[in-house]
């Protein structure tokens, strides 16, 4: 059974490099779209700094390389869109092809599917990452330090963490039929909460609480505290554990809501009307 799921899921990932690469022109904006919105960040902060350091930003971070925090926010943030938008939004495309009957008579099940689907994302979102970093550091420059496979190592657990938040959003995408909005406003709302372009202390109290509750943004800090050694909103170890326990749970509960929302679809017989 591991081998068929395997098979399928590799038989998706040749699929959708194939869509992929039939147009080029969207693969290289995909490098330089990054660029275009840092860019205006980083002349932005230049009109801020006082003899070429961010005092303000080292008060409430602990660094004053604001480019390093900016780059390395949106280094995470592409991972956690690539995930949502790899699960939800494949199956809107599924929806307007009318292919997805189809698919959910074939013997793999939908969270395997999924998961084919969203991995081409991360790979490309990862030879993204490299090329757009490079590029950065050639305009702009930043230092992230030596300790990067730290980072990936407290990355993985995080990345887990967010299929299962991709199993809920694909479970939303069922039962609305609309990938753009939810998929949209979810991502938005995660990156902004969890500090993707800033520390989440400058927040109103009342936001900042609702940033502390998510598991998400521990693992922002905890990536930009080890490759900056900026100040940390609790100690790295027990932010790793709140990782660790973010991919338990988000998986198991993701995983119950998608099964149960694809038992009710197949029940109410909805997922034709797209």
């Known amino acids: 059974m591991?081998?068929?799921?395997?098979?399928?899921?590799?038989?998706?990932?040749?699929?959708?490099?194939?869509?992929?690469?039939?147009?080029?022109?969207?693969?290289?904006?995909?490098?330089?779209?990054?660029?275009?919105?840092?860019?205006?960040?980083?002349?932005?902060?230049?009109?801020?700094?006082?003899?070429?350091?961010?005092?303000?930003?080292?008060?409430?971070?602990?660094?004053?390389?604001?480019?390093?925090?900016?780059?390395?926010?949106?280094?995470?943030?592409?991972f956690v869109s690539a995930v949502l938008w790899g699960m939800g939004f494949s199956l809107k495309s599924e929806m307007d092809a009318g292919v997805i009957e189809s698919n959910w008579l074939t013997p793999i099940p939908l969270w395997v599917q999924l998961i084919g689907r969203s991995i081409f994302s991360l790979i490309i979102t990862s030879l993204n990452v490299l090329m757009t970093g490079f590029l950065v550091w050639l305009l702009f420059g930043f230092n992230i330090g030596n300790r990067i496979l730290e980072a990936l190592i407290t990355l993985i657990p995080m990345l887990i963490a967010l299929y299962g938040l991709g199993f809920g959003i694909a479970a939303l995408v069922l039962i609305t039929n609309n990938a753009n909005n939810i998929i949209d406003i979810s991502n938005f709302l995660l990156n902004i909460l969890s500090g993707e372009s800033f520390p989440v202390t400058v927040l109103p109290r009342g936001i900042m609480f609702i940033s502390l509750a998510l598991p998400l943004t521990y693992g922002y800090d905890a990536i930009r505290g080890i490759l900056l050694g900026s100040n940390t909103l609790l100690p790295l170890n027990i932010e790793r554990w709140i990782l660790i326990g973010f991919m338990i749970l988000g998986v198991f509960i993701g995983y119950r809501i998608l099964v149960r929302t694809e038992k009710h679809c197949k029940t109410m017989g909805n997922i034709g009307f797209h």
């Not at 699929?15 to 147009?23: L, Q, T, V, W």
């Not at 693969?27 to 779209?33: D, V």
């Not at 230049?46 to 900016?70: C, K, R, V």
């Open 2 to 78: 591991v081998k068929n799921y395997l098979l399928a899921i590799w038989a998706i990932i040749k699929k959708d490099a194939k869509i992929f690469f039939r147009y080029p022109v969207n693969a290289i904006f995909r490098i330089f779209e990054p660029i275009i919105w840092i860019a205006p960040v980083y002349f932005l902060a230049l009109s801020f700094q006082i003899n070429g350091e961010n005092i303000g930003f080292h008060e409430y971070t602990g660094t004053t390389d604001f480019m390093a925090f900016i780059v390395i926010g949106s280094i995470v943030g592409g």
